[in-house]
């Protein structure tokens, strides 16, 4: 079993920045693709930054230029640097992986999230 806990997230005012960590722990050996989501209260879940295992991302339209993934392979841990932040990227924010291997098949494993809040 993989286990994913988020970090980092709380209050900040607009033009401000947060880092947000995801620590996989568990059987990580077949972590492939990881990604970073969000909520906004009464909205639909949005794809913010996938990753692949190489490191390749992608980012939405709306996070371009102002976050950045990353992943540190070594330490199983995903981050998200956000900056200019916007009352709009207020959300929960998910962190996902990707399980993807002979031995355990796929799975998709979320964190519990973490709530960011950007004040105007």
């Known amino acids: 079993q993989v286990q994913l806990v988020e970090s980092g997230g709380g209050l900040v005012q607009a033009g401000g920045s947060l880092r947000l960590s995801c620590a996989a722990s568990?059987?990580?050996?077949?972590?492939?693709?990881m990604g970073w989501y969000r909520q906004a209260p009464g909205k639909e879940g949005e794809i913010v930054a996938p990753v692949t295992s190489g490191g390749s991302a992608n980012y939405a339209d709306s996070v371009k230029g102002r976050f950045t993934i990353s992943r540190d392979n070594a330490k199983n841990t995903l981050y998200l640097q956000m900056s200019s932040l916007k009352p709009e990227d207020t959300a929960v924010y998910y962190c996902k992986a990707e399980i993807n291997c002979y031995r355990l098949g796929y799975l998709e494993v979320w964190g519990q999230g973490t709530l960011v809040t950007v004040s105007s």
């Open positions: 568990g059987d990580t050996t077949c972590i492939s693709a």
